[in-house]
């Protein structure tokens, strides 16, 4: 069984950073994207970063030059640095992965987090 867990989360004031981390648990051995996604009530799902096992990265267009995504492979964790934040970035974050194999031959398609709060205000 795989899971994420994300942690990091909290309140942080407009132009102040936060680091998120999520840790992924289950024997993993690859995996094809691992990312971070935010929510807002109300309103759609919206992609926020994404990293391949090869390291590539992609980011929205909201976030783009503010957020940075990586990851450790030997913790099995991936980050988010939320930098220059905005009201308008508060959400919830969820970190989820997508066709991630374990040791035991497995592939999860899609795995997610079960989501932290941030939230940017002063």
């Known amino acids: 069984q795989v899971q994420l867990v994300e942690s990091g989360g909290g309140l942080a004031q407009p132009g102040g950073s936060l680091r998120l981390s999520c840790v992924a648990s289950?024997?993993?051995?690859?995996?094809?994207?691992l990312g971070w996604h935010r929510q807002v009530p109300g309103k759609r799902r919206e992609m926020v970063a994404g990293i391949t096992s090869g390291g590539s990265t992609v980011y929205g267009d909201s976030v783009k030059g503010r957020f940075t995504i990586s990851k450790d492979k030997d913790k099995n964790t991936i980050y988010l640095q939320l930098s220059t934040l905005k009201p308008e970035d508060t959400a919830v974050y969820y970190c989820?992965?997508?066709?991630?194999?374990?040791?035991?031959?497995?592939?999860?398609?899609?795995?997610w987090g079960q989501g932290t709060l941030v939230t940017v205000s002063s």
């Open positions: 289950g024997n993993i051995v690859d995996f094809a994207g």
């Open positions: 989820n992965g997508v066709r991630i194999v374990t040791a035991d031959g497995n592939t999860y398609n899609e795995v």
